[in-house]
């Protein structure tokens, strides 16, 4: 059988555990296989001679022609059973790899085994009930790190929970007090009106979307769950219309759907996951462009203050918390909506129902505000037959607002993309002739620069595109359009130098060489010979597009840099640190948080410096300046 036909079939497997890369069926399901498929497998596994060997489980690839046979001797009676052998056959040569577990302390282990079988098992509702139990506490935020015996008892315990002798969770008290009682069964009256805070600024969503020109007067918006409404007030004092309502504090609010949706702070002080999904999706329905949502980031040196209550903790106040990791609400979000998820700050994203609204959101976050010198003009051949030297004096800011124009641009305005077309129009004919005479007029080189940079631009924001997987966009906006036909001709064109440009990226070496050459044209920042680069957040702008991309694929998990200092490019690890000091105006600022963003393991740390540990300071300032 060919690998093609393989692949078609294992997708037309109709029960079984469906991951992205691997389907894994119970050998009590084996019968819903596709003919074809379950010969195929007999056939191999008969001609390995394997046919004796201990299994219960197949494991069949999505991405190879291979599939495995997995023995969980404790399947039915493990809540978590541990994999003690696997045989994984390639079946393009013919041949096995076996792996044996039976001496390791920290096996592989299933979870979820209610979805190996088939939808009528008579198990199936006994072992969904143990997976309930494991959301209700969160144990599936991060499947990542869940796949072997020590860090699942880990997280458990990170939890505040044990395994009883049935496999059950309970919590540590309950079992040591002797006690069947679990927090989930216990009489607690949770204070949610009490989780509603002051605030003397606007809100961090808030202030992203202020930053992002969403508060232009062209956008409506809801406060959905504004609490007591500081960030309505102080938008409606810029003279902004904001829709706004909040179950507890403005219950005979305005509601009603609305371009951008703001759902502050809101599902994390909720205790039940049924609600706060509800909540999350009523609020995406709500927004006609885009929702951004945020909750409280934490981790365990966080949650051990507090006494565990379901999937979050309960407060000193008697509040209920949900804490999330980045990656985690990430998921969270990504999986409720069946939408992405855009990361914008720490635990704080966007997700775009407008699709071109989407693909200017981020189009527009790689295209570089550049401060131009000022224009020079030249001397004018005198044969042009485009507006004269003095047609253009007179009417110098028409023709220096256009120029600057299509310097932003790299490329000529369309009649939609320059406010004063008309005036322009009336005195040069059209855009083209404008340009024409005006590149007569001035320095072209500006213009072949900027030409440069904003393809650079683009294949940044395609290659981040690349490196998120976004889906292919059914509708591209005309902006968008005009600049591929511009700048590459065709889409396909443009994916493939954007495809490029990443694949680049993962070679440690050329990252080293970009940060050399950065280095040197800069002239700025600290570099740490083949090991890393560290310079001001503000120089970011201009980096070649190699290391854009390998700070933008770091950025991706955390959202914008607004506030961070210094960015420190680590060479050879595919980390990025990102460094916040107290007052960089300061002749010696002191650190107070570094993230590092680790792209590998699609996971962040936050380290703060405040509190037991001392801030530390920055000497040597003067070469990040």
């Not at 004092?237 to 829709?243: E, T």
């Not at 999937?311 to 999330?324: A, H, L, M, P, S």
């Amino acid at each position: 059988m060919e690998f093609k036909e393989y692949k078609e079939l294992v997708k037309q497997i109709p029960a079984g555990k469906q991951l992205p890369d691997a389907v894994y069926i119970h050998e009590t399901a084996i019968d819903v296989l596709p003919r074809q498929l379950g010969a195929h497998f007999a056939r191999a596994v008969i001609d390995l001679e394997l046919e004796n060997e201990d299994w219960n489980i197949i494991k069949f690839f999505k991405r190879d022609h291979k599939f495995a046979l997995l023995d969980y001797p404790e399947f039915f009676e493990d809540a978590y059973p541990s994999l003690r052998t696997s045989y994984t056959i390639d079946l393009e040569k013919n041949n096995f790899r076996k792996a044996d577990y039976t001496k390791s302390d920290n096996p592989p282990i299933l979870h979820r085994k209610e979805t190996f079988l088939k939808p009528d098992h008579p198990d199936v509702p006994s072992f969904k009930a143990f997976t309930e139990e494991g959301e209700k506490i969160g144990l599936y935020e991060n499947t990542k790190n869940i796949g072997f015996k020590k860090s699942w008892e880990r997280l458990i315990s990170r939890k505040g929970y044990l395994l009883d002798q049935d496999g059950h969770l309970q919590p540590k008290c309950s079992i040591q007090n002797g006690s069947d009682t679990s927090p989930e069964l216990a009489d607690v009256s949770i204070e949610r009106h009490l989780t509603a805070i002051d605030r003397n600024k606007l809100s961090a969503p808030m202030q992203i979307l202020a930053r992002h020109n969403y508060f232009d007067g062209n956008y409506s918006v809801l406060d959905y769950g504004c609490g007591k409404g500081d960030d309505v007030r102080e938008l409606e004092a810029h003279g902004l219309n904001i829709n706004a309502w909040d179950p507890v504090h403005r219950q005979d609010g305005n509601k009603e759907c609305s371009d951008i949706v703001n759902l502050g702070y809101v599902i994390n002080v909720i205790e039940e996951r049924k609600e706060r999904d509800g909540v999350l999706k009523e609020a995406y329905t709500h927004s006609n462009k885009l929702l951004i949502v945020s909750v409280m980031l934490g981790g365990d040196a966080i949650t051990s203050q507090f006494t565990p209550y379901k999937d979050g903790v309960i407060t000193q106040r008697n509040t209920f918390q949900k804490y999330y990791s980045q990656s985690g609400f990430r998921s969270y979000i990504e999986t409720t909506l069946a939408e992405n998820a855009i990361a914008v700050g720490p635990c704080i994203f966007i997700v775009f129902k407008d699709k071109d609204e989407e693909q200017l959101f981020l189009s527009e976050r790689q295209k570089i505000r550049r401060d131009w010198q000022h224009i020079t003009q030249r001397e004018r051949k005198a044969t042009t037959t485009i507006p004269t030297a003095e047609l253009i004096d007179k009417h110098k800011q028409l023709f220096n607002d256009f120029w600057q124009t299509c310097l932003d641009l790299g490329r000529i305005p369309a009649n939609d993309e320059f406010e004063f077309t008309g005036e322009i129009r009336k005195i040069a004919d059209s855009h083209k002739k404008a340009f024409e005479a005006l590149t007569e007029a001035y320095d072209e080189g500006n213009f072949e620069s900027a030409h440069q940079q904003r393809k650079g631009d683009l294949l940044v924001y395609f290659a981040l595109g690349l490196f998120d997987r976004r889906k292919p966009y059914s509708h591209m906006p005309e902006s968008l359009k005009r600049d591929l036909k511009v700048f590459f001709k065709t889409y396909l064109e443009a994916l493939e130098q954007a495809k490029e440009l990443l694949f680049s990226v993962g070679s440690p070496e050329n990252i080293e060489i970009a940060c050399n050459n950065a280095y040197k044209k800069l002239n700025s920042g600290h570099l740490d010979k083949e090991h890393s680069y560290t310079l001001h957040s503000s120089l970011i702008n201009q980096l070649p597009p190699t290391l854009r991309v390998y700070i933008g694929c770091a950025t991706q998990l955390y959202g914008d840099i607004e506030g961070i200092d210094l960015v420190k490019i680590h060479m050879t690890s595919g980390k990025v640190t990102l460094l916040r000091y107290d007052d960089w105006n300061k002749d010696t600022p002191m650190l107070i948080e570094r993230i590092k963003i680790k792209m590998r393991e699609q996971d962040i740390d936050f380290f703060d410096y405040t509190g037991e540990y001392k801030p530390q300071p920055l000497y040597l300032k003067s070469q990040y300046i």
